[in-house]
């Protein structure tokens, strides 16, 4: 399995958070230095706690669950 099919399933784990409050997240691109690029969608596009979701939440778990993946980023 790719780093970027791992990537999509620990995403959809943190869904079902985002989707109680309106929003969601993209996979946009994993580069080939680690670094994951996802888009916020709904209600989580400017939303003020999007950063700590971002870092507390859905890094933590891609990172956890795959160690190649250096840093994940909003783009």
Known sequence: ???REDV????DKT???LRMD???????????DGIVKV???GACMGCPM?????RST???IIKTKIPE???????
Request: aromatic share 2%.
């Open 1 to 3: 399995m790719s780093i």
């Open 8 to 11: 999509k399933k620990a995403l």
């Open 15 to 17: 869904r079902p958070m």
């Open 22 to 32: 309106g929003g969601d997240v993209e996979l946009v691109d994993v580069t080939g």
């Open 39 to 41: 888009r916020f969608k």
């Open 50 to 54: 999007a950063t700590l979701t971002l």
């Open 58 to 60: 859905i890094e933590k």
């Open 69 to 75: 993946v250096k840093a994940v980023r909003s783009v």
